[in-house]
């Protein structure tokens, strides 16, 4: 009995320990996820009522906006988001990005060229329950796998996507903080607006300042605001109910919605424009995702977020009907007298919270662009030692602070900046809306007939929305569109110039059969210590290899073709991120090995990467030993054979490996380099704090019987050359257009991506390579 009751408590401890992150993670996600949600009755009615619609203050009017904003609210953000969108998370990420990297790996849609067979056996690869290659529509699949311009299509419209949201980081910022710190004016009647406008910059630049913090410290800090925030307006709507019109429930038919349009007609559309900003920030639940899980942001949602902006509206519209004339300043109107101070105090922190929430789906966004090619590279920065994920941008932050405050100076008017936001948030959640229609077909396995029923019922009202903010661009909407340009450009002309890049090398790989013809020499000096060859080729030999012994014929004794690139999964297992393969014969000393990283892992310095290395070939030497097909002839037709190495488990190692102190041990080994070199070596190790700290071992081949003569050989060659040193080889590229290239092609190649390359971080600061270790060869590419 006592045995039976110890199992039932252990069965109860992992399932309350589960609801407690569950209610901890929904607790955090109110300061990152809802903040722009639950701040949008700050500037919807006001928004709404702005244009020709103040034509129409009346009774009857204010029911068909509150069943509009009831309706709308209920369909996007609930149905869609909440119910059916989240369930579309790549291993817990979401986003345009997550949706786009999920297709293309249960599709072959991806331009990204650098992929192999040997990705798709990541356990992370397929969802589970799924069968590749399997499902409804396959003719739907070949059309768009043939077509290289409908993927070219599919990518644009992702970036587009992408783009929309970083615009979103802009203007969310300045309409949220604007319209919180214009209550100021209800009371203080004599503050000018320029005023306000300038305590609004001030209020945005200290939230960028905060940015470095990390978003679970934010979090912490904003989630209790926010909390507060909710139960107040949810109070105050409740208050406004019973107080003005407890009829007001009565708006929540659709019968007012369809009497608003046969009433006001034309200026009732234009004035969609303003409704649409109840979901805005909708978007940022499924974007922030990878910070949090589906669960808990259902959970704060349903439970907290649903009814408190429900209860707003309706006691909003309640004071609306009876109090039209007080449209401009209406929500601060709605607060009673004795509480308006707090409440306008928490409102102004409340709108700091909500541009958190965009702010940290852009990082998120901008981590994905890059890790899938689609962005220049960018300083990353890893904020949490516990939640993985949780990132800080340093250049994307004061890019977006600039851009906001200009905004805010420039349009000065909540009006203005809310026609902008709401061609952006539309334009996000279409591009969700399509891509969730073809997760529907490729991924979820479903009926074609689902996903047009998807498609028509969402893109149908979230086309009619668009419609109406579309006719605002001369109004500020044209904001929106120019940041999306700009941004896509980028995006798409750094993605066009790797991918130029990646098929020059793949058109000017060096062939085996000269690399053979050369002996185990390969022609030149054999000099001690690795050479580790950067590449982003995944079979053959790179052309800046030839390039380098042409000029330079001496090579390091061991060669290792050093792949490190993204595959489209969110986080590849330290397990299986090291695949590791032969090149030539095994007396040649030249391997090859890839490292996989997923688009949400974060490359940090790490000082074990060479030992990891040298580990890793040595486990593959064993397991090439071991396999008996191992004995036969060299054959150039399998030198992209490759083995996953796992690096966790040390005890399957055919090396000991030991920590050593002082430079006494490593000066009585045979090394290439010299005295004075040396000596350089030591001062750089003292000055660099982050290279001293670095683990020194010293690895060891074991006196073991069943280990073969040339495997040992092997081993104690790969172990000299380690401790020898180890030399960082990468190419310094120039790309330029070929004279043949069209004009477009010339700028893409010759202006835009040569600015972009010139002005971002270099790989091999991206990469963590040592300086003193680094030679850079110069390459001019042709494309």
Same mark, same amino acid.
């Given at each position: 009995?006592? /045995?039976?009751?110890?199992?039932?408590?252990?069965?109860?401890?992992?399932?309350?320990?589960?609801?407690?992150?569950?209610?901890?993670?929904?607790?955090?996600?109110?300061?990152? *996820?809802?903040?722009?949600?639950?701040?949008?009755?700050?500037?919807?009615?006001?928004?709404?009522?702005?244009?020709?619609?103040?034509?129409?203050?009346?009774?009857?009017?204010?029911?068909?906006?509150?069943?509009?904003?009831?309706?709308?609210?209920?369909?996007?953000?609930?149905?869609?988001? @909440?119910?059916?969108?989240?369930?579309?998370?790549?291993? !817990?990420?979401?986003?345009?990005? /997550?949706?786009?990297?999920?297709?293309?790996?249960?599709?072959?849609?991806?331009?990204?060229?650098?992929?192999?067979?040997?990705?798709?056996?990541?356990?992370?690869?397929?969802?589970?329950?799924?069968?590749?290659?399997?499902?409804?529509?396959?003719?739907?699949?070949?059309?768009?796998?043939?077509?290289?311009?409908?993927?070219?299509?599919?990518?644009?419209?992702?970036?587009? !996507?992408?783009?929309?949201?970083?615009?979103?980081?802009?203007?969310?910022?300045?309409?949220?903080?604007?319209?919180?710190?214009?209550?100021?004016?209800?009371?203080?009647?004599?503050?000018?607006?320029?005023?306000? @406008?300038?305590?609004?910059?001030?209020?945005?630049?200290?939230?960028?300042?905060?940015?470095?913090?990390?978003?679970?410290?934010?979090?912490?800090?904003?989630?209790?605001?926010?909390?507060?925030?909710?139960?107040?307006?949810?109070?105050?709507?409740?208050?406004?109910?019973?107080?003005?019109?407890?009829?007001?429930?009565?708006?929540?038919?659709?019968?007012?919605?369809?009497?608003?349009?046969?009433?006001?007609?034309?200026?009732?559309?234009?004035?969609?424009?303003?409704?649409?900003?109840?979901?805005?920030?909708?978007?940022?639940?499924?974007?922030?995702?990878? =910070?949090?899980?589906?669960?808990?942001?259902?959970?704060?949602?349903?439970?907290?977020?649903?009814?408190?902006?429900?209860?707003?509206? $309706?006691?909003?519209?309640?004071?609306?009907?009876?109090? +039209?004339? =007080? $449209?401009?300043?209406?929500?601060?109107?709605?607060?009673?007298?004795?509480?308006?101070?707090?409440?306008?105090?928490?409102?102004?922190?409340?709108?700091?919270?909500?541009?958190?929430?965009?702010?940290?789906?852009?990082?998120?966004?901008?981590?994905?662009?890059?890790?899938?090619?689609?962005?220049?590279?960018?300083? @990353? @920065?890893?904020?949490?030692?516990?939640?993985?994920?949780?990132?800080?941008?340093?250049?994307?932050?004061?890019?977006? $602070?600039?851009?906001?405050?200009?905004?805010?100076?420039?349009?000065?008017?909540? +009006?203005?900046?809310?026609?902008?936001?709401?061609?952006?948030?539309?334009?996000?959640?279409?591009?969700?809306?399509?891509?969730?229609?073809?997760?529907?077909?490729?991924?979820?396995?479903?009926?074609?007939?689902?996903?047009?029923?998807?498609?028509?019922?969402?893109?149908?009202?979230?086309?009619?929305?668009?419609?109406?903010?579309?006719?605002? *661009?001369?109004?500020?909407?044209?904001?929106?569109?120019?940041?999306?340009?700009?941004?896509?450009? *980028?995006?798409?002309?750094?993605?066009?110039?790797?991918?130029?890049?990646?098929?020059?090398?793949?058109?000017?790989?060096?062939?085996?059969?000269?690399?053979?013809?050369?002996?185990?020499?390969?022609?030149?000096?054999?000099?001690?210590?690795?050479?580790?060859?950067?590449?982003?080729?995944?079979?053959?030999?790179?052309?800046?290899?030839?390039?380098?012994?042409?000029?330079?014929?001496?090579?390091?004794?061991?060669?290792?073709?050093?792949?490190?690139?993204?595959?489209?999964?969110?986080?590849?297992?330290?397990? %299986?991120?090291?695949?590791?393969?032969?090149?030539?014969?095994?007396?040649?000393?030249?391997?090859?090995?890839?490292?996989?990283?997923?688009?949400?892992?974060?490359?940090?310095?790490?000082?074990?990467?060479?030992?990891?290395?040298?580990?890793?070939?040595?486990?593959?030497?064993?397991? %090439?030993?071991?396999?008996?097909?191992?004995?036969?002839?060299?054959?150039?037709?399998?030198?992209?054979?490759?083995?996953?190495?796992?690096?966790?488990?040390?005890?399957?190692?055919?090396? /000991?490996?030991?920590?050593?102190?002082?430079?006494?041990?490593?000066?009585?080994?045979?090394?290439?380099?010299? %005295?004075?070199?040396?000596?350089?070596?030591?001062?750089?190790?003292?000055?660099?704090?982050?290279?001293?700290?670095?683990?020194?071992?010293?690895?060891?081949?074991?006196?073991?019987?069943?280990?073969?003569?040339?495997?040992? %050989?092997?081993?104690?060659?790969?172990?000299?050359?380690? =401790?020898?040193?180890?030399?960082?080889?990468?190419?310094?590229?120039?790309?330029?257009?070929?004279?043949?290239?069209?004009?477009?092609?010339?700028? /893409?190649?010759?202006?835009?991506?040569?600015?972009?390359?010139?002005?971002?971080?270099?790989?091999?600061?991206?990469? =963590?390579?040592?300086?003193?270790?680094?030679?850079?060869?110069? $390459?001019?590419?042709?494309?």
């Amino acid at each position: 009995m006592d /045995a039976e009751a110890g199992v039932a408590g252990a069965d109860q401890l992992p399932r309350r320990q589960y609801y407690m992150n569950l209610l901890l993670l929904a607790y955090q996600s109110f300061g990152v *996820v809802y903040g722009d949600l639950s701040t949008s009755p700050l500037y919807v009615y006001k928004s709404t009522f702005s244009g020709k619609l103040s034509q129409y203050q009346d009774e009857e009017t204010v029911f068909g906006v509150l069943s509009l904003i009831f309706w709308t609210f209920t369909l996007i953000p609930l149905l869609k988001y @909440v119910t059916i969108v989240l369930s579309a998370d790549d291993n !817990g990420e979401g986003g345009p990005f /997550a949706l786009y990297s999920l297709l293309c790996r249960h599709a072959k849609l991806s331009l990204l060229p650098n992929q192999q067979a040997a990705d798709e056996e990541l356990s992370s690869y397929y969802r589970n329950g799924f069968a590749p290659r399997n499902g409804s529509s396959p003719w739907l699949r070949r059309f768009l796998e043939k077509h290289k311009k409908m993927r070219t299509v599919l990518l644009l419209i992702v970036l587009c !996507g992408a783009s929309m949201v970083i615009g979103d980081g802009v203007l969310t910022p300045a309409i949220s903080v604007l319209s919180s710190m214009s209550g100021l004016q209800v009371r203080a009647t004599g503050l000018e607006h320029s005023s306000v @406008v300038l305590l609004s910059c001030i209020v945005l630049v200290g939230l960028f300042a905060l940015q470095h913090r990390g978003t679970q410290k934010v979090a912490f800090m904003f989630a209790p605001i926010v909390i507060i925030w909710l139960l107040s307006i949810g109070g105050i709507g409740l208050y406004n109910i019973l107080h003005w019109n407890p009829n007001i429930y009565q708006a929540l038919s659709p019968y007012y919605m369809v009497e608003f349009f046969r009433k006001t007609g034309k200026d009732g559309w234009i004035a969609l424009g303003g409704i649409l900003l109840s979901m805005t920030g909708s978007e940022a639940m499924f974007a922030d995702l990878g =910070h949090f899980t589906s669960a808990s942001v259902r959970v704060a949602f349903i439970t907290v977020i649903y009814p408190c902006l429900i209860l707003q509206y $309706m006691g909003h519209a309640a004071f609306l009907s009876k109090n +039209t004339f =007080h $449209m401009p300043t209406s929500f601060y109107d709605t607060i009673p007298e004795p509480v308006f101070w707090p409440v306008f105090v928490v409102a102004t922190l409340a709108a700091v919270v909500g541009s958190q929430a965009v702010i940290s789906a852009t990082f998120s966004i901008v981590k994905q662009c890059h890790a899938l090619g689609c962005f220049p590279r960018v300083k @990353v @920065v890893h904020t949490s030692r516990w939640i993985y994920g949780q990132i800080y941008i340093p250049e994307i932050n004061w890019i977006l $602070m600039v851009l906001c405050v200009a905004v805010t100076i420039a349009f000065r008017d909540t +009006t203005l900046i809310g026609n902008a936001y709401g061609i952006a948030c539309m334009t996000v959640m279409l591009v969700t809306t399509f891509l969730m229609a073809l997760i529907i077909i490729f991924v979820w396995q479903r009926n074609i007939i689902f996903a047009l029923v998807f498609l028509v019922f969402f893109g149908s009202i979230e086309a009619v929305y668009l419609s109406s903010s579309l006719m605002k *661009v001369p109004q500020g909407g044209w904001v929106p569109l120019v940041l999306a340009f700009i941004f896509m450009s *980028v995006m798409y002309i750094w993605h066009y110039g790797l991918r130029r890049k990646y098929q020059f090398d793949l058109q000017n790989k060096v062939s085996m059969r000269s690399i053979l013809s050369l002996g185990p020499s390969l022609g030149i000096v054999r000099v001690p210590g690795i050479g580790l060859i950067y590449t982003e080729l995944v079979t053959g030999v790179p052309s800046i290899f030839s390039h380098f012994v042409t000029n330079l014929p001496a090579f390091h004794e061991v060669l290792v073709f050093l792949c490190v690139k993204s595959v489209p999964v969110p986080y590849v297992s330290p397990d %299986e991120r090291y695949l590791v393969g032969r090149i030539g014969p095994k007396e040649y000393r030249m391997y090859r090995c890839i490292v996989r990283y997923g688009y949400k892992d974060v490359q940090r310095d790490d000082d074990n990467f060479e030992n990891m290395l040298v580990m890793s070939i040595a486990k593959f030497i064993m397991m %090439e030993a071991e396999d008996a097909s191992s004995s036969a002839s060299y054959d150039i037709a399998n030198e992209g054979r490759m083995a996953v190495i796992t690096t966790t488990d040390a005890s399957g190692s055919p090396l /000991a490996m030991r920590d050593f102190n002082g430079l006494a041990d490593s000066m009585t080994t045979r090394s290439s380099k010299s %005295e004075s070199l040396r000596s350089l070596q030591s001062s750089y190790e003292q000055e660099s704090p982050s290279v001293s700290r670095r683990r020194r071992v010293r690895f060891e081949v074991p006196e073991e019987d069943d280990m073969g003569q040339q495997v040992k %050989e092997e081993l104690m060659a790969l172990v000299e050359a380690k =401790h020898a040193g180890v030399a960082y080889i990468m190419g310094h590229s120039y790309i330029k257009a070929r004279r043949s290239s069209s004009f477009l092609k010339k700028f /893409a190649i010759d202006v835009g991506y040569s600015f972009l390359r010139k002005n971002c971080r270099g790989p091999s600061v991206t990469l =963590h390579i040592p300086h003193i270790s680094l030679i850079e060869v110069g $390459m001019i590419y042709y494309v």
